[in-house]
């Protein structure tokens, strides 16, 4: 089979500026926003110039949340950039996701928050039909899914897993019986099926596997295991905005990788070129900077800007801890009505908005190495958060960070015993390593094989 390369991007959110994105509610939606929001139209419009007039690939896949959140006027515009690719001789496959369905979207300007047009699911089928559906060989609209022959010999399941009406984000039964046709389909006839799905289906560090179905998909491990069984071994994804790339193992000794890319439109704001050779066994993957964009950044650099945001973010959940407790937990969408839970909440926030790493790790009784040990608690915590969403997260063992941050968890651990995920007793430790430092294949660029 012939060498085949793709471009991959995920995570648009595409905003029509016009619909307004400023004033004083802007301005306090953004402190909890990972995501760019008045940005992303020049963003996507100068990824989509670039795309348009790249060599390396003719081949486009957009992996879901291609809107904002549903807006009706940033779906028309989004789509007169895929003419454009169109036009320029790509070709363009996309899957919609839970933020390209939202009846009741919001903008705001100097009056507040306000209410454009929707978008009902039911019309995403036809928005999005000539990028995809129209050149599929099989297609399950009512699940706005659909199979597409990429190259010789090489197969796209591009997946909506929105879990239809209830938003469950899972597949349905039916689903899942058109997914098992096509992927017997695909062996019959010799073929190597990849997939495309927006919601992650193996966590892009362990911790994240612990909030469910916000960050990983619904019954990801029979999901993971029956597709890896099935055949497909690579399955590219979004909605986490973090670069991650992760391996299972199978009982039956067959690989699944979840490729999964940040957000075109926020920290780790990336896109991916994918190598496929060896008669598409060989895979590699290619980390590639999101282009320069018209917008005032203040002097700063891309990444900066990004990074910005990022932090913003983190520190506004951390401040509200002691600030606004109420508001944190809503956030998190724990029970904002208990008073003593609001109390404690209130009192860690103050606690740990001013404690330093050597504080906290005498109250652990953890030796704490002296290069970190005046450095405040905040600082640390969210270079461990931005980590996980950027990628090959560098505390690993040797590190005066790991000795710390595990020395606190091997302290906490006992007592966790009778805490359980899934029905199994919580093992923080493992969990915690593997998350706050990167072993194994790197999230930004790495080669590996699928069988």
Known sequence: MPDFKLLLITDTHYFASKLGCRGEAYEEFMKYEQKCFAETQAINEAAFAWLNETDLADTVLIAGDL??????????????????????GKKIYVITAGHDCNEHPFAFDETGR????GTRREELFDLYYDYGFADAIAVDKENLSYVAQLAPGLRLLALNNDGGAKRTHTYTARQIEWILRQTKKAREDGQTMIAMNHYPLLPGVPLFGLFGKEVVMQNADFITTMLADEGVHLCFTGHMHNQAINVKLTEKGNRFYDVCTGSLIGCPASMRLVSFSENYNKVDIETLPVPDFDWDLGGLSKDEYFKRQFDMMINTYLTSMRDDPERFLRKLKAPADNEGLLNVVQRLGGFLNGATVGKISRIFGVKCPEAIGDMLFVDLAREIVRNCFTGDAPFVYGTPEYDVIMGVVNRISPMLGAVKVNGKPLKLAPLVEKSIGKYGLSDTNATFRLK
Do not use: Y
Request: hydrophobic letters at 40%.
């Open 67 to 88: 809107s904002f959140n549903g807006e009706k006027e940033s779906h028309l515009e989004f789509i007169e950039l895929l003419k454009t690719l169109k036009a320029h």
């Open 114 to 117: 306000l209410a454009p047009e």
